[in-house]
């Protein structure tokens, strides 16, 4: 049998101006997952006029997705980092290369992504109907993963 649990996730970022040391992220909310948000293309195709099918190798970007859980000590540095790298008029980027470890105890699958940058994140709070303040998604891309 197989145990898949994803309990006791971990994700390790480092940032290499703002947080060179490192922070953990745990605080993963129910709604939002964590880690690789989709297929990565690694090849592209045509046919050529005859019907030979014609491939070649493409280079993109790894992307990936940290929720976090709103009003946490977690969704504040992610929010420290979201910031740092935003731009604006009269404020320049830290340009952080960021590298990030995800390890699940469970299953012992450890994976580290390397050379990457925050694309996208949240600048405040959306509050849903329900009551609840909505979860926070930083979305980042890789050059590579190990």
Known sequence: MQDTS???LLVRLTASVTFPLGINITAFPE???VGVTGS???AGHASGINGD???WCVANGIETQVPVIPNTVDESLMDILFQANRVSKNR???KDIINMTVTNPVTA???TYKNGK???APAGYQYGGD???KTKVYTFVFEDVV
Do not use: A, Q
Request: avoid cysteine.
């Open 31 to 33: 709604d939002n997952d």
């Open 6 to 8: 994803s309990v006791g």
């Open 109 to 111: 699958v450890s994976k």
């Open 40 to 42: 990565t293309e690694i």
């Open 131 to 133: 009551g609840r303040i």
């Open 92 to 94: 320049f980027p830290k």
């Open 53 to 55: 099918l014609i491939t």
């Open 118 to 120: 925050m694309l996208n």
